[in-house]
């Protein structure tokens, strides 16, 4: 008997929140599919949606995931998993952690629960840690746990589900180009000058601040980044075009999604969201760059 989860895509550092920061969308989303086997180790028995995927438990962050759990439970049977992916990968939208994520749960519902939900969240880490390079959790505890998840720490690791009480809806655009997160890592500066690193918790406090306050002037004054958007955005085509055009339709602000190359916009209304996602499509149009 298979277990099946199903976890959504997410958009992390939300311009200020750099590894800190990240919200769950309801779709797109992967599918991991787990059963018990007798001999012990994991089988991955398919891998659809996407090309080119490894089927190597070793190598695919699903194999990995499901291996830890094992391992840290001491169990001598083996899983068989299944995946069936929504969403390409590269594309910012936490591709491999919706994965690891539905992974985690999965495994976790077969088993019994042994975990809690927050629990989790190490273990589908371990799928960041191996497609990224970098074990973050912007994009898996959202992933898990819903809505907007602050990442307070990560020595220890304190994830904090914000619970935010107002309405927000996104609007995300993915130029068809495939953004590797280990590449847009590897482009960053590791030192932040005072002066921006004061805008950035600025930012974030006012950010954090008007979601549970429900200022929506707050939220836009404070959706900014002038650290990592400025280093990464020369990577996406058109990005500054595409975001003067969500800002004008009237986004409350509007930045990279997690590494990119997705660009996401926030706004108060589905019918702002909408207007957004046609002035962000317009920009793309005729540049020879599919959007979805
Ligand atoms: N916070 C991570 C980054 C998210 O921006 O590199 C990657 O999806």
Same mark, same amino acid.
């Given at each position: *008997? ?34 018990? @086997? ?10 659809? %949606? ?5 089927? !190597? ?9 499901? *291996? ?13 998993? *299944?995946?069936?992916? &929504? ?31 927050? =629990? ?7 799928? =960041? ?8 959790? !912007? ?16 020595? /220890? ?35 932040? /000058?005072? @002066?921006?690193?004061?805008? *950035? ?24 980044? =002038?650290?990592?958007? /400025? ?23 509007? &930045?990279?999604?997690?590494? %990119? ?13 909408? !207007? ?13 760059? =599919?959007?979805?």
């Amino acid at each position: *008997q298979f277990v099946k989860a199903y976890a959504p895509a997410t958009v992390a550092n939300v311009c200020c929140g750099f590894d800190v920061l990240g919200f769950a969308l309801d779709a797109p989303g992967d599918e991991v599919w787990a059963r018990k @086997k007798e001999t012990p180790g994991i089988l991955i028995s398919a891998v659809t %949606g996407v090309e080119g995927l490894s089927a !190597d438990p070793t190598l695919n962050v699903i194999g990995v995931v499901a *291996q830890k759990m094992l391992t840290d439970l001491n169990l001598e049977h083996g899983l068989e998993l *299944q995946l069936h992916k &929504g969403m390409p990968v590269g594309s910012g939208l936490g591709s491999s952690a919706a994965s690891s994520a539905a992974a985690a749960f999965a495994v976790n519902a077969l088993l019994g629960n042994p975990f809690t939900t927050q =629990e989790l969240v190490v273990y589908a880490m371990e799928g =960041e840690r191996l497609a990224s390079g970098s074990a973050h959790a !912007d994009n898996v505890a959202p992933s898990l746990l819903g809505g907007f998840v602050l990442v307070r720490g990560y020595d /220890p690791l304190d994830v904090i589900p914000l619970g935010v009480p107002l309405d927000l809806y996104a609007s995300v655009l993915y130029p068809q180009i495939e953004l590797k997160t280990s590449l847009s890592r590897s482009i960053l500066k590791q030192e932040i /000058p005072l @002066k921006k690193g004061i805008k *950035q918790w600025g930012n974030l406090a006012g950010l954090m601040a008007g979601l549970l306050m429900k200022d929506y002037g707050l939220i836009r004054r404070s959706l900014h980044d =002038e650290i990592f958007e /400025p280093e990464r955005s020369v990577l996406i085509p058109l990005f500054k075009q595409v975001k003067d055009a969500a800002l004008k339709a009237g986004a409350l602000g509007c &930045g990279i999604s997690g590494s %990119g190359p997705s660009i996401f916009a926030l706004s108060p209304s589905a019918e702002v969201a909408h !207007d957004i996602k046609n002035a962000m499509e317009k920009v793309y149009a005729g540049s020879g760059i =599919e959007t979805k």
